[in-house]
């Protein structure tokens, strides 16, 4: 019964709504001013760039800035080797099977780097989700716009998150001391656990992708980095019983947002209503986060996928198909790795016991 508990309960909160808001400014400008000059094709390098108002909750305004330029310039770097790996494939005349498993490999690579990054850099959110999504969903683009052009965009994205993420110092009753305490070291065994975790993000990514493209070259649909995405989703948590309750969420949190997004695009939104809609997901999504996972995913799935139609137009029931059997893949995997490890050592202390027992 504990495991489902959280699925039906809500934490206190503590001013998200000014986390949300910064937020939903940062992506809601740069993606109106898309659709003013109708480039919505350099969309997702301003989604993800936007991602950098997500780190520093709550945190000291110099400290904030800190850890977001920090965050900011990792999703840069991500993004331009996202954007490299995609013209690489097509340079390479690589086939479609060989640059997805590529995909795959380099996906599965950036999940580890990224999570022994963050952890590093006691940075929270913690591990590679949003890395990994930014990477392979860019890097699957077919087409991609110009290389300043897309750049520019994230570059100037990311400036202007930094720029809000500081902006309440213009008030001067939520004005912070411009301090910035000493970051602490990692212990051995935190240094320790960081690896292990990045071993976990690498097998967790990597199973999930191999899983999904097999799966997706015998079924016939894509998007095998949402399973990526869903699997790593569980590594993230205090225990163990925590961990597999995320995952189960996840799953639920999922089926609920593509009913969400299903009622949307009966709408048949305009590309500003759409980026209306993409902006209130993410304010609603920074809102729950933190207090109730499932309701977040809610949010979430229609985020990801809308901002996925405006870099890639798809079919709609074909990704809403690809969005749940991708994700209920991926954290079915990630379960499975959280779950193994405890499930190894019984194994080795009741074959011990046995053996010692006469």
Known sequence: MNLFAEVFTIGPGNKDHHVALRCAVGVFVPLIILVMLNRLDLAIFASFGAFTGIYGRGELH???LFIQLRAGSLMLVVMLLAT????????????????????VAATTAVAGACSLITAWWRHRPAGSLFHIFAFAAIASIPHQPPLWQCMLVAVLTTAFCLLIGISSRLVRSRRTPWTMPQPARLTPQERRAALLEA???????????????LAGLWLGFGHNYWAMVAAVVPLVGRSTRH???RGIQR????????IVLAGILLLHPAPWQTVLVIAACQFGAELFIARQYVLAQIFVTPLALISTLLAAPTAP???????????????????????????WRRLRARTAGERVSP
């Open 243 to 245: 961990r597999i309750s």
């Open 62 to 64: 110099r400290k904030r």
């Open 251 to 258: 799953i639920i949190g999922t089926v609920l947002g593509l």
């Open 317 to 343: 029931e074909t990704l809403l198909r690809d969005r749940i059997v991708e994700t209920v893949i991926g954290a079915a995997v990630g379960i499975a790795v959280v779950v193994a490890p405890a499930a």
């Open 84 to 103: 490299l790996s995609a013209r690489a494939g097509h340079v390479l005349g690589l086939s479609d099977s060989a640059s997805t498993w590529a995909q």
């Open 199 to 213: 071993v976990g993000y690498l097998v967790a990514a990597g199973l999930a992708g191999t899983l999904a493209t």
